[in-house]
Antibody, heavy 118, light 109 residues
Framework: QVQLVESGGGVVQPGKSLRLSCEASGFIFNNFGMHWVRQTPGRGLEWLAVIWHDGSTQFYADSVTDRFIISRDNSKNLLFLEMNNLRGDDTAVYYC???????????WGQGTLVTVSS | EVVLTQSPATLSLSPGESATLSCRASQNINFNLAWYQQKPGQAPRLLIYDAVNRATGIPATFSGTRSGTNFTLAISGLEPEDFALYYCQHRGSWPPKYTFGRGTNLEIK
């Protein structure tokens, strides 16, 4: 069955960087685009970034386009989110999600919590 | 950018009753709308796509409809496990920007 497992969350100081990972299994990883989505109690669900199945193209939400980088390693079935210059409002649960080639997300990981605090 | 407005923010019902959740798009998005369910401590789960199609494994008690820019998620015969948060979602055409509604909290009355 499809499984997505995020890791790399934790407590980080403002201005610092953090890299999240998402390990995929149960499907042919390099056939699917992948996303990062985050959730906070105040802002709800917020889409962050998408990467094409082959890693050739990425798109970002305006709120993170200058600070976050999405990437993938298809040889290891891994998706990454590099987050730079972190701010307090980046505190959230971060999910990776699979793109079935449409406009929605058909499988999600369980999420990893990132807390930005001094 | 398409804005999705969900209502009500909270819906209080009893098990066995039926629920009607609304999502209104700020412009025509055809049938390009998905619904998700999220239970406490869990990730969102895809329920409905293309406004009316149930995702794999979703029971027929869940149904989606569209009337113009108004979309509805209906849940018949509420079970205890149906009480959760529900979100609608859409993607703009190009460049792709994905948006979510603010959600409806379906709670036990």
């Amino acid at each position: 069955q499809v499984q997505l497992v995020e890791s790399g969350g934790g407590v980080v100081q403002p201005g610092k960087s953090l890299r999240l990972s998402c390990e995929a299994s149960g499907f042919i990883f390099n056939n699917f685009g992948m996303h990062w989505v985050r959730q906070t109690p105040g802002r709800g669900l917020e889409w962050l970034a998408v990467i094409w199945h082959d890693g050739s193209t990425q798109f970002y939400a305006d709120s993170v386009t200058d600070r976050f980088i999405i990437s993938r390693d298809n040889s290891k079935n891994l998706l990454f989110l590099e987050m730079n210059n972190l701010r307090g409002d980046d505190t959230a649960v971060y999910y990776c999600a699979r793109d079935p080639g449409r406009y929605f997300f058909d499988h999600w990981g369980q999420g990893t919590l990132v807390t930005v605090s001094s | 950018e398409v804005v999705l407005t969900q209502s009500p923010a909270t819906l209080s019902l009893s098990p066995g009753e039926s629920a009607t959740l609304s999502c209104r798009a700020s412009q025509n998005i055809n049938f390009n709308l998905a619904w998700y369910q999220q239970k406490p401590g869990q990730a969102p789960r895809l329920l409905i796509y293309d406004a009316v199609n149930r995702a794999t494994g979703i029971p027929a008690t869940f149904s989606g409809t569209r009337s113009g820019t108004n979309f509805t998620l209906a849940i018949s015969g509420l079970e205890p496990e149906d009480f959760a948060l529900y979100y609608c979602q859409h993607r703009g055409s190009w460049p792709p920007k994905y948006t979510f509604g603010r959600g409806t909290n379906l709670e036990i009355k």
